[in-house]
Every structure is written in structure tokens, then in C-alpha cells.
């Protein structure tokens, strides 16, 4: 049964990081701690770059199915380009979900490291601007990601810098998410996205105001996430779990079929997984497990990365 609590989702202003960063870390990995999400309203990033970068997202998902597919990388896990709709599927599930999307990665200098490891991303000839927007937004999302880990540092009680040179090199992603309308009745089973945790450390989600989001408490009860407009949708991943011994949860969470009025309507959001470095190896922090944090074996972000990629059906082999 879904229930809509919305004082979990208690937006957090970050204007207080400037006024408070204590108080503003406390919130935020409270928030964390209860549900493994957070809403962030008054961020940083400039509305007219973010509208650039919708623009450029509709766009790109109005091109024809064959002018996409030729951005299909399939030997590449997904990781960079278009992947076609129905391709991914949620962890252990039999329905793939009803999404296409687009990735952009981080563009390396020629003497950055883990140039095998992090392809180029494909330039979009068809849409001018494309390449530009979409990468401004990659950057910005970027940085306010590293800012909010400052936050979770103060929360964790490390060092405010504790992330930084873990995550400069991080193998991040902004994916340009496209849920088509729905001219008919989906198929039995499916879901526009399907109940799954993210790998990364964080998720930063905009687009969450189109109704759907929904996210498993620990009580059983699925929430549903209806943030402000222009909010900024916050959740741990994987890694930043497994670094903390479960302190910070990845949460379970999907995206669900709309009601029938808004079935025509098609559903866009833009995710960035914030990564840490390839070589980052993870091991839960001795602060987290001396709170009650689960011990869990060293692994390094890559192998976690592409574990986690074979689970969701992205890596066959």
C-alpha cells in the first residue's frame, strides 16, 4: 500500500549550508539515516541551465528510433550514449523497464587517469547545443554533489574534505531519462522504473515532480517523493551504504505506472550518480561501525560498479 508521508520529505534549504553547515549536515544525514533520501530546495544551479538542458533532453528523445540507435553502444554497459527503451531491468526482476535514456560522462583531460575505464561520450550531431547544455549540467551537478558529500562528511564526523580527491576522478553519469507515453495498457508486471537501489554514492535527482516516485521505508510502506518545484531529489547509493556499514541507506525505491489521466503524458528526469574513483576501495568506516554499522569485505568501486551492472542486465558475460 502506498501512503503518502510527506514529513519525511521535509525539503531542506541550502541556504543554511552558508549559515549553518553543522545544522544543515545534521538534517541532511538525518533525513539519510530514515529514509536514504533528502529534498533540497534553494540549490545553486542556475534555472536558464537547466531549462537549456531540458530542452536539449526532449530534443534528443523526439529524434527518430533509428537516428537514437545509432548512439547505441552495446559492447559499453550502457555506461556512455543511448540505450534503447525496455533494455534495463531492476535487479532480479523479469520486466524490463519502460525507459530510454542517455548518459554523459566525465570528459578527461589527456593526462587524467582511468582513461581505459571511462569512455568518451558520443557528440550528438543532430541537436546544436546538445553537447554543450547537457555537459554545463554535468558539470554543475558535479559540484553540488561534492558539496553536499561536505555535508556528509560533518555528518559522519570526517574530515569536511574527506571525499574530495575520492570522488575528482569519479566515474559519474547524468542520465537523461525518457518515460514515453502510454497510448495503451502497459504490459502485466512492468513498471516505468522498477523497484531498485542506485550503485553510486549519491543520486541527484531533478524531474521528481511528475508523480511517481516512490520510495520503500523500512517500515514496509512505500512513500511516495512529491518534492517543490525546482527541488532537488537526494538519495544514497550503494557504495556511500556500504562505506557507512548501512548507517545511510540505499534505499529501494521505483517509479510506477501514472494514474490513466496522466498516461499520455510523457516523463522526463535527469539523475546524476555522483561515483568515486575506479581505485576508490570501499570498506565501512571504523566512526560508522563503532555506531552499530555492518562490517562488510574491501572492494573497489570499479568491481563494485561492474557487479552491480551484470545484476541489472546492462553486462552479459
Request: one cysteine or more; glycine letters at 8%.
Amino acid at each position: 500500500m502506498t501512503s503518502v508521508m510527506t514529513a519525511y520529505f521535509t525539503p531542506i534549504s541550502f541556504s543554511l549550508w552558508d549559515q549553518n553547515p553543522e545544522d544543515f549536515a545534521d538534517q541532511l544525514g538525518q533525513s539519510f539515516r530514515e529514509t536514504g533520501f533528502a529534498v533540497i530546495q534553494d540549490h545553486p544551479l542556475p534555472q536558464a541551465m537547466i531549462d537549456r538542458a531540458m530542452s536539449a533532453t526532449r530534443d534528443f528523445f523526439d529524434l527518430p528510433d533509428a537516428t537514437k540507435a545509432a548512439y547505441y553502444q552495446p559492447d559499453g554497459a550502457g555506461q556512455r550514449g543511448y540505450t534503447p527503451f525496455a533494455t534495463e531491468n531492476a535487479r532480479n526482476a523479469e520486466a524490463a523497464d519502460l525507459k530510454e535514456f542517455w548518459h554523459t560522462g566525465r570528459v578527461l583531460p589527456p593526462d587524467a587517469p582511468f582513461q581505459d575505464v571511462m569512455k568518451e561520450t558520443p557528440e550528438v550531431r543532430e541537436i546544436p547545443g546538445f553537447d554543450a547544455a547537457t555537459r554545463a549540467f554535468y558539470s554543475a551537478l558535479d559540484g553540488f554533489g561534492a558539496t553536499l558529500l561536505k555535508g556528509v562528511a560533518h555528518h559522519l564526523g570526517l574530515a569536511e574534505d574527506w571525499f574530495d580527491d575520492r570522488i575528482k576522478w569519479g566515474n559519474s553519469i547524468l542520465r537523461l531519462l525518457h518515460y514515453p507515453p502510454q497510448m495503451t495498457p502497459p504490459p502485466a508486471g512492468s513498471v516505468r522504473a522498477g523497484a531498485h537501489e542506485d550503485i553510486n554514492v549519491i543520486t541527484l535527482l531533478l524531474g521528481a515532480e511528475e508523480a511517481g516516485l516512490e520510495v520503500l521505508h523500512r517500515s514496509g510502506t512505500w512513500l511516495a517523493v512529491n518534492p517543490p518545484p525546482g527541488a532537488l531529489v537526494i538519495n544514497c547509493g550503494d557504495m556511500l551504504q556500504r562505506l557507512t556499514g548501512g548507517l545511510l541507506p540505499s534505499t529501494t525505491h521505483r517509479v510506477v505506472n501514472p494514474a490513466p489521466e496522466r498516461s499520455r503524458f510523457p516523463r522526463y528526469s535527469t539523475p546524476f550518480f555522483l561515483h568515486f574513483n575506479p581505485d576508490v576501495l570501499i570498506r565501512p568506516l571504523p566512526v560508522c561501525l563503532a555506531q552499530g554499522g555492518r562490517d562488510a569485505p574491501p572492494i573497489t568501486a570499479l568491481d563494485y560498479l561492474l557487479e552491480r551492472l551484470r545484476e541489472i542486465g546492462l553486462i552479459t558475460d
